[in-house]
C-alpha cells in the first residue's frame, strides 16, 4: 500500500480570504515504513501573511520572492500523490487550501479526492481519545512520540512527526524510522520577531529527502495551536 503524509503551510487560515499555500510537504509510506521518496516544496504565495502567521511557520515574504508559484509544480505535485492514500491532520484544512489552488489553475484539474483517498487523522484522534486536546504536539505528548526538535511549523518535518502519530494511533507501534534520524532540513530564515532565535538559511526549492540522513534537534516549542486543532 502507498501512504503519503501530507502537510501545508499556509499565509493565513482561510483561503477563502485569499491565503495561500507557502510550504507542501510530503513523506511517502510503502507497507506502513517511509520510502524515502520525499517531496518539499517552497511557494512563493503573491499575497501577504496574516498577522501571526509568520510566527507559526518562521517563514518571510522575502525568503519565498524566488520561489515558484503552485501553478509551476502543480503538475508534478499531482503525478507524485496521485493514486496513494493522503494522511492528513484536520484534512478538511489542507485540501481546502489545496482545492482552491487547482481551481485557480482551472476546473480541469478537479480536486485533491478525485486523484487520492484521504485519512484525516484528527477526526480518529478525536474518536479514540473524546474530550481531549488533540493537536499534533497534544498527541506526540500523549503517544509518546519524540517531537523535541519542532521548534516552528514545517511542512516535511510536520510530516514525518505526523508519520509517527499516524502509526502509533492505527497500531500502538513505535516511532516508524525517523525518530532522532530525519531528513536534514537547514532551518529557514524566520520573520524579524524578537522572541524568536536567529536560523540558519534554508535549503531552496523541492527537496527529495531520505528518511536516513540525521538532523538536529534544536529544542521543543510549545506551539498548542494550529488550524489543525481549532486555531494556531
Known amino acids: 500500500m502507498r501512504q503519503i503524509i501530507l502537510d501545508t503551510e499556509t499565509t493565513g487560515l482561510e483561503w477563502r480570504k485569499g491565503n495561500r499555500i507557502v510550504e507542501i510537504g510530503c513523506v511517502e509510506l510503502l507497507e506502513r515504513r517511509p520510502s524515502g521518496?520525499?517531496?518539499?516544496?517552497?511557494?512563493?504565495?503573491?499575497?501577504?501573511?496574516?498577522?501571526?502567521?509568520?510566527?507559526?511557520?518562521?517563514?518571510?515574504?522575502?525568503?519565498?520572492?524566488?520561489?515558484p508559484d503552485f501553478a509551476q509544480v502543480v503538475d508534478e505535485f499531482l503525478a507524485y500523490i496521485d493514486g496513494a492514500e493522503l494522511i492528513i491532520h484536520n484534512a478538511a484544512f489542507d485540501l481546502g487550501f489545496l482545492?482552491?489552488?487547482?481551481?485557480?489553475?482551472?476546473?480541469?484539474?478537479?480536486?485533491?479526492?478525485?486523484?487520492?483517498?484521504?485519512?484525516?487523522?484528527?477526526?480518529?484522534?478525536r474518536e479514540r481519545f473524546p474530550g481531549q486536546r488533540n493537536s499534533l504536539d497534544?498527541?506526540?505528548?500523549?503517544?509518546?512520540?519524540?517531537?523535541?526538535?519542532?521548534?516552528l511549523h514545517g511542512g516535511?518535518?510536520?510530516?514525518?512527526?505526523?508519520?509517527?502519530?499516524?502509526?502509533?494511533?492505527?497500531?500502538?507501534?513505535?516511532?516508524?524510522?525517523?525518530?532522532?534520524r530525519r531528513p536534514q532540513i537547514r532551518q529557514r530564515p524566520r520573520a524579524d520577531l524578537r522572541h524568536l532565535?536567529?536560523?540558519?538559511?534554508?535549503?531552496?526549492?523541492?527537496?527529495?529527502?531520505?528518511?536516513?540522513?540525521?538532523?538536529?534537534?534544536p529544542g521543543q516549542a510549545a506551539?498548542?495551536?494550529?488550524?489543525?486543532?481549532?486555531?494556531?
Not at 485533491?112 to 484525516?120: K, L, N
Open 37 to 67: 521518496n520525499n517531496y518539499h516544496q517552497y511557494l512563493k504565495p503573491d499575497c501577504e501573511f496574516e498577522q501571526g502567521a509568520q510566527e507559526v511557520t518562521g517563514l518571510t515574504l522575502e525568503f519565498l520572492a524566488d520561489k
Open 99 to 125: 482545492d482552491n489552488e487547482l481551481s485557480l489553475l482551472g476546473d480541469h484539474y478537479g480536486k485533491i479526492t478525485d486523484r487520492c483517498t484521504v485519512i484525516d487523522t484528527l477526526k480518529m484522534a
Open 138 to 151: 497534544a498527541l506526540c505528548r500523549r503517544l509518546g512520540v519524540d517531537n523535541a526538535h519542532r521548534q
Open 223 to 232: 506551539q498548542e495551536g494550529r488550524p489543525r486543532d481549532l486555531g494556531w
Open 197 to 217: 532565535a536567529p536560523a540558519a538559511t534554508p535549503a531552496r526549492g523541492r527537496h527529495r529527502l531520505g528518511a536516513g540522513s540525521t538532523r538536529s534537534a
Open 156 to 180: 516535511l518535518l510536520d510530516a514525518q512527526i505526523l508519520g509517527d502519530v499516524y502509526i502509533a494511533l492505527t497500531s500502538g507501534q513505535e516511532e516508524i524510522g525517523f525518530g532522532g
